[in-house]
């Protein structure tokens, strides 16, 4: 079973910025980040394939930015310009194969909570 483990979430002030690590205890061809916040439907905010192939949801193109490790093991979002809408439990998980989207994630981790005061 793979388990993936969340951190670096915590409160900032709009326009700040945090960086969220993601640590797998194997490598898994996809790995993604999405976030929820109560009341509404978990989103996908970027995922990164085998192949370094990367996709953004639009609200976050040009602030957020998805990478991995060189053994691939480990995933990182650097979220800058953070705004209060960004506020969410924010969501690792992986998969063994693509389309790198959420109905294909089939581990996840426990999230870690993201806080944007304006």
């Known amino acids: 079973q793979v388990q993936l483990v969340e951190s670096g979430g915590g409160s900032v002030q709009a326009g700040g910025s945090l960086r969220l690590s993601c640590v797998s205890s194997?490598?898994?061809?996809?790995m993604g980040w999405f976030r929820q916040t109560p009341g509404k439907e978990r989103e996908e905010v970027a995922t990164?394939?085998?192949?370094?192939?990367?996709s953004y949801a639009d609200s976050v193109k040009g602030r957020f930015t998805i990478s991995r490790d060189g053994f691939k093991k480990e995933l990182y979002l650097q979220m800058n310009s953070l705004k209060p809408e960004d506020t969410a439990v924010y969501y690792c998980?992986?998969?063994?194969?693509?389309?790198?989207?959420?109905?294909?994630?089939?581990?996840w981790g426990k999230g870690t909570l993201v806080t944007v005061s304006s």
């Open positions: 990164l394939d085998g192949y370094s192939t990367s």
């Open positions: 194997e490598y898994r061809y996809c």
């Open positions: 998980a992986a998969s063994e194969r693509g389309p790198c989207s959420e109905p294909y994630m089939n581990y």
